[in-house]
């Protein structure tokens, strides 16, 4: 049986194109994606350990809790102080 595979450019023109480079910081949570209907949003993260995550508001992080979530941003509190992360530019 065939693998369902995409086929790649010869050139890695592709990779190149869909790579951002130092788009994320490596040691800091990063939010990576945001996705799901107004009423149902989940964003996936990038926690600071190289861990990924979904999560959803309500849902608790390493430092804090998640409290909103945008088209381009996730709200967390920590310590009484909201603390935003955005997608990455590119």
């Known amino acids: 049986m065939a693998k369902?595979?995409?086929a790649?450019?010869?050139d890695g023109r592709a990779q190149?194109?869909?790579t951002q480079k130092d788009a994320l910081s490596l040691?800091?949570?990063a939010l990576i994606g945001v996705f799901g209907t107004n009423t149902?949003?989940?964003a996936l993260i990038r926690?600071?350990?190289g861990a990924i995550r979904k999560v959803k508001v309500g849902d608790r992080v390493n430092w804090g809790q998640v409290t909103a979530i945008g088209q381009s941003r996730l709200m967390i509190r920590r310590n009484?102080?909201?603390i935003v992360?955005?997608?990455p530019s590119g």
Request: overall charge positive.
């Open 4 to 6: 369902n595979t995409p």
């Open 8 to 10: 790649a450019a010869p």
């Open 16 to 18: 190149n194109e869909a």
């Open 27 to 29: 040691h800091k949570t």
């Open 40 to 42: 149902r949003k989940f």
């Open 47 to 49: 926690l600071s350990s």
């Open 80 to 82: 009484g102080k909201d």
């Open 85 to 87: 992360l955005g997608l």
